[in-house]
């Protein structure tokens, strides 16, 4: 195991896991400072103390005696594989600009696998760009399984009034794909650009009455390569576009699952730059190697008997990250 107050790259932060009890309210305060004041009360002290203590890790990410940003999971077991749930990953809004979230997953990889595990399991909104950038791209996850509302109804600032529906993300510690994406050795801009351009959109979109992009159908296909937009940033959909807001949950939920009916697996993340516009979409393909898992019970990819322990996160990097 590491030992407490092991340092990470990252100038001006050290990384370990958590061990005062004020360590562990301070978690509670970046909860609000991301998800807003009604968030009290969603991280109990008390219970993080009881994952550090059994099997769980609550990592920190320490600006001197401040801690800037917080990464909790728990052992998981689906019945055949032990691997670690990421509960939530989280990192105050004034230290989203230093890939804190990265490092903080980085040091995470670290210490599970210094517990023999070789898998993170991780439930994550799929409207969130920043969050799919830094899971996907960035560290090499792939999603595989769509959970249609998730967590029910949450009244905290990002969740109100929106179905809490979320894509499960498998994180396979020590494949290539996680060393090589861990090392920085991502597709160019120009590839990726090829890429979006010969790939067959999933979703159609257009800009709507304030310019930002709405879904307008859903594209079945059989091409060997496929997109799936995302908005580019949901917040500003809510504040000029609020109509869409439940547009975009619906279409990004009928293409995912029409996706993985259809066979493609997710395999990348990117932000693609096109006629004065920044736009998300998820990379999908069809090769053998990339199917995802099997089908629930009801043949679909909703919620699956036996799945993973339902935990809540929220990852909180700036989209710089991606």
Known sequence: MAASGTSAPGEGFRFRRLEKPEEFRQVEEIAR?????EAAGGVPPALLRALQDNGGLVLGAFADIYLAGVAASLIGWDGTTLYHYAHLTLVRPEYQNHHLGFRL???QRDEVMQQGLAEIREAFDPLQSRAASLLVRRLGARPDRYYPHYYGQLGD??????ETDRVRAVWALASDRVSQRLAGELPSPAEIRARWERAAALL????GESGLRVPTAVAETTAASAHLE????????????PAAVRRWRHAVRDAFRLAFDLGYAVDDFAVVAAEHERRSFYFLSKSPGDRPSPATPEGRSGLPAGGPTA???VAGPDPKEG
């Open 157 to 162: 600032t990002a969740n109100r009034g929106l």
């Open 230 to 241: 995302i908005p580019f940033d949901l917040e500003s959909v809510r504040e000029h576009e």
């Open 105 to 107: 997953k980085a040091f």
């Open 311 to 313: 935990g809540r996160t």
């Open 33 to 37: 400072s991301v998800w807003g004041p």
């Open 204 to 207: 159609e979109t257009e800009p």
